[in-house]
Nanobody, 122 residues
């Protein structure tokens, strides 16, 4: 079982920024596509962003395009999600997950972290 650990969540005011990290242990992240997902209370888990393993292609949900940036640092075995211009509707638990190919579909990902809470509130 691949193990992923998210960090970097917290409380931020609207318009603020956070950077989430997704670190892997016992396996090399750059062999996998890594996705970021979020789940707000009472809502289904949804895809936020994904970065491929092959050429580093990136994908974003329409709701975060232009505000969020996904990147990977293979030397640190970590994938990041830089979140700028945060809105109250971005409030959710954010998860990272690994898959053999790039996707924004929850069912394509088999290894999940424990999640990190992001709260955007004034």
């Amino acid at each position: 079982q691949l193990q992923l650990v998210e960090s970097g969540g917290g409380l931020v005011h609207p318009g603020g920024s956070l950077r989430l990290s997704c670190a892997a242990s016992a396996f090399t992240l750059d062999y996998y596509a890594i996705g970021w997902f979020r789940q707000a209370p009472g809502k289904e888990r949804e895809g936020v962003s994904c970065i491929s393993s092959s050429d580093g292609s990136t994908y974003y949900a329409d709701s975060v395009k232009g505000r969020f940036t996904i990147s990977r640092d293979n030397a640190k075995n970590t994938v990041y999600l830089q979140m700028n211009s945060l809105k109250p509707e971005d409030t959710a638990v954010y998860y990272c997950a690994a898959a053999p190919w790039a996707s924004m579909t929850v069912a394509d990902f088999g290894s999940w972290g424990q999640g990190t809470q992001v709260t955007v509130s004034s």
